[in-house]
Each structure stands twice: as structure tokens, then as C-alpha cells.
């Protein structure tokens, strides 16, 4: 069962990232901002393609659900950080991170 506090932990360990404040939440970004965090440390929005929203949501429905708006379309997805495990919460991260990573930088 993962939390805000292991979020934080694991996003500030992906090479180059760096918390700053988006409006109420915490956001992790690199060259974009990837993750958000939700001030109550119990939810994320993090951002996926298309395809890997759906497939997310499709495979663990308690845990993500696309944004109920244009964020959404865009694969914007929240995740409920107590319906992951510790590993979960670090491979969702890692796939938003590679999204916000420089081209030049890419893993």
C-alpha cells in the first residue's frame, strides 16, 4: 500500500527531477511536469499515453481512472496511491517520467 510520502521518495529519485508547487499539489517534472501529488497525499495524476492510460485502467480499475476531462483525453490519469503496491506505484511512475524526459536524456 503506497503513499504521498513514497511517491515523493520515488518521483525526486528519477534522474532530474525537481518538486515545485502547481496550484494545491506538488508537481514532478522534469523537462514537463509527469506527476502530480494531491495536498492530502492520497491520490496522483499522472500523465500516460493513450494507450498506456487504458491499459493501466483497464488492469487495476481501483487504482486508475482517466481525468473526467479534456485532461483526461490527453492521458492525464488519477491514481489512488492506496490501491498500489510499492513496486506498482514505482513502474506507473517511471512510465510518466520517461514522457517528461528531454529526447536527448531518454532511457
Known amino acids: 500500500m503506497a503513499n504521498g ?5 520515488i518521483a ?6 525537481q518538486e515545485a508547487p502547481h496550484f494545491d499539489r506538488a508537481a514532478f517534472k522534469v ?4 506527476a502530480t501529488l494531491a495536498a492530502d497525499g492520497r491520490t496522483a ?8 492510460q487504458e491499459f493501466k485502467c483497464m ?3 481501483a487504482a486508475f481512472q ?14 489512488t496511491l492506496s490501491a498500489l503496491s510499492l513496486p506498482e506505484l514505482k513502474d506507473a511512475l517511471e512510465v510518466a517520467w520517461r514522457h517528461a524526459v528531454p529526447k536527448t536524456r531518454k532511457r
Open 5 to 9: 510520502k513514497d511517491l515523493r521518495r
Open 12 to 17: 525526486l529519485a528519477l534522474e532530474g527531477t
Open 31 to 34: 523537462a514537463r511536469i509527469y
Open 45 to 52: 495524476n499522472l500523465k500516460f499515453a493513450h494507450e498506456e
Open 59 to 61: 488492469m487495476a480499475p
Open 66 to 79: 482517466p481525468i473526467a476531462n479534456a485532461w483526461g483525453r490527453q492521458g492525464w490519469t488519477t491514481a
